[in-house]
């Protein structure tokens, strides 16, 4: 007799259900295992390429960190992991737990995270709401300074405005006009009276008027005539006119030419100065000789420019050659001054070679 007042049978069947209950708690705990690193791998290896989630573990989690989540998974893989040594051994440690979780062989529990600082922020779900208010605040204090600057600036252009305006309508009355601006600017002038100052000056030309001190004070004007307003004609506009006028011409004094002496005369003589004309000839047939070159130069000459140039004053130098299929000549014509420009130009002139023939200026090495 039970006196519960209960039935075996269903005492029985209550310890079977209490059994049942603690083994499915037991199988769930162990499907479901707390690791911070192996949960963001976990869920973060399938999405992100795989050099991107090994480099963002080994900046975030420390070393102590990597070895342990190593520990842990080794248990749930039936292997362990090979001994990483090296400067990159930290990398090496963490690509091996992505390798694993990656691996569709292994049948890993589920990871989840207590600790939500331990979880790098890569995405929008996992964002730092502290770092991001802390940029906020460091761009709102940027904007206040710069709101403060752009007032500063606003206030230095009103000054600058002020003294602008200030000093053209001092340059009006009080700086010296040149002589030949003078006879242009006093008839505009003729009805401004200036209140009298001390003169610093007294070299002033006539019609000018007078200089007064430097400072704002000082630059005193009374209308008289009431013709003249503050539209009238600044100093800038009547310099402009001046000179589109030609009033205000420059006085530099022209420079004076040479000149060259005609007459005859026979106690004075002058010497004639020879320039030598410097060519460099080349694609030439291996059988020119030097003479040849030169008599083609004389003949060239005297047809093209007209100048009878002698053999004598021809001197042509061989050059060497990277090839023997042709000969190069450096070609010293001495002429006169007067005559330098038309020989140089028929010496380059192509009309004046055969066909093929490559002819330049030779430019010596004036350092030698």
Same mark, same amino acid.
């Not at 008027?209 to 008289?224: E, F, Q, R």
């Not at 004639?272 to 000459?301: C, G, M, W």
């Given at each position: 007799?039970?006196?519960?007042?209960?039935?075996?049978?269903?005492?029985?069947?209550?310890?079977?259900?209490?059994?049942?209950?603690?083994?499915?708690?037991?199988?769930?705990?162990?499907?479901?295992?707390?690791?911070?690193?192996?949960?963001?791998?976990?869920?973060?290896?399938?999405?992100?390429?795989?050099?991107?989630?090994? !480099?963002?573990?080994?900046?975030?989690?420390? *070393?102590? !960190?990597?070895?342990?989540?190593?520990?842990?998974?080794?248990?749930?893989?039936?292997?362990?992991?090979?001994?990483?040594?090296?400067?990159?051994?930290?990398?090496?440690?963490?690509?091996?737990?992505?390798?694993?979780?990656?691996?569709?062989?292994?049948?890993? *529990?589920?990871?989840?995270?207590?600790?939500?600082?331990?979880?790098?922020?890569?995405?929008?779900?996992?964002?730092?709401? /502290?770092?991001?208010?802390? !940029?906020?605040?460091?761009?709102?204090?940027?904007?206040?300074?710069?709101?403060?600057?752009? !007032?500063?600036?606003?206030?230095?252009? &009103?000054?600058?405005?002020?003294?602008?305006?200030?000093?053209?309508? %001092?340059?009006?009355?009080?700086?010296?006009?040149?002589?030949?601006?003078?006879?242009?600017?006093?008839?505009?002038?003729?009805?401004?009276?200036?209140?009298?100052?001390?003169?610093?000056?007294?070299?002033?030309?006539? %019609?000018?008027? *007078?200089?007064?001190?430097?400072?704002?004070?000082?630059?005193?004007? #009374?209308?008289?005539?009431?013709?003249?307003?503050?539209?009238?004609?600044?100093?800038?506009?009547?310099?402009?006119?001046?000179?589109?006028?030609?009033?205000?011409?420059? /006085?530099?004094?022209?420079?004076?030419? *040479?000149?060259?002496?005609?007459?005859?005369?026979?106690?004075?003589?002058?010497?004639?100065?020879?320039?030598?004309?410097?060519?460099?000839?080349?694609?030439?047939?291996?059988?020119?000789?030097? #003479?040849?070159?030169?008599?083609?130069?004389?003949?060239?000459?005297? /047809?093209?420019?007209?100048?009878?140039?002698?053999?004598?004053?021809?001197?042509?130098?061989?050059?060497?050659?990277?090839?023997?299929?042709?000969?190069?000549?450096?070609?010293?014509?001495?002429?006169?001054?007067?005559?330098?420009?038309?020989?140089?130009?028929?010496?380059?002139?192509?009309?004046? &070679?055969?066909?093929?023939?490559?002819?330049?200026?030779?430019?010596?090495?004036?350092?030698?």
């Amino acid at each position: 007799m039970n006196r519960a007042g209960g039935n075996p049978s269903d005492n029985v069947n209550n310890g079977a259900s209490l059994s049942t209950t603690v083994t499915a708690t037991t199988s769930s705990s162990a499907a479901t295992i707390r690791s911070e690193m192996l949960c963001f791998v976990q869920n973060k290896c399938n999405i992100m390429p795989f050099d991107h989630v090994v !480099e963002i573990c080994c900046d975030f989690y420390s *070393p102590e !960190e990597i070895e342990k989540t190593r520990a842990d998974l080794s248990q749930y893989v039936g292997q362990r992991f090979p001994k990483r040594q090296g400067n990159d051994a930290k990398k090496k440690k963490v690509a091996d737990i992505v390798k694993t979780c990656l691996d569709t062989a292994h049948k890993l *529990p589920a990871f989840y995270a207590v600790d939500l600082a331990r979880l790098p922020p890569v995405g929008v779900e996992h964002i730092d709401i /502290s770092a991001l208010l802390l !940029e906020v605040a460091s761009l709102r204090a940027e904007v206040r300074a710069l709101a403060s600057i752009r !007032e500063d600036v606003m206030n230095m252009r &009103w000054a600058i405005s002020g003294l602008s305006a200030a000093t053209v309508d %001092g340059m009006k009355s009080t700086l010296p006009l040149p002589a030949k601006l003078s006879a242009i600017v006093a008839p505009e002038l003729d009805d401004v009276a200036v209140d009298p100052v001390p003169v610093q000056h007294t070299d002033i030309p006539v %019609g000018a008027v *007078p200089l007064m001190n430097n400072t704002a004070a000082d630059l005193t004007l #009374s209308i008289k005539s009431p013709g003249y307003s503050a539209k009238s004609r600044s100093a800038a506009e009547i310099v402009a006119d001046a000179v589109k006028s030609g009033s205000l011409a420059s /006085s530099r004094r022209p420079q004076v030419k *040479p000149v060259v002496g005609r007459a005859a005369c026979g106690k004075l003589r002058a010497i004639t100065a020879k320039r030598p004309v410097h060519v460099f000839v080349t694609r030439l047939n291996p059988d020119t000789a030097d #003479s040849d070159v030169s008599e083609y130069i004389v003949q060239s000459v005297k /047809s093209i420019a007209g100048v009878n140039v002698p053999y004598t004053d021809i001197v042509c130098e061989k050059l060497n050659t990277k090839f023997a299929s042709y000969v190069s000549f450096h070609v010293s014509i001495i002429v006169t001054s007067d005559v330098f420009s038309n020989v140089l130009n028929s010496v380059l002139c192509a009309d004046a &070679w055969p066909e093929g023939v490559l002819v330049r200026k030779f430019f010596t090495n004036k350092k030698l």
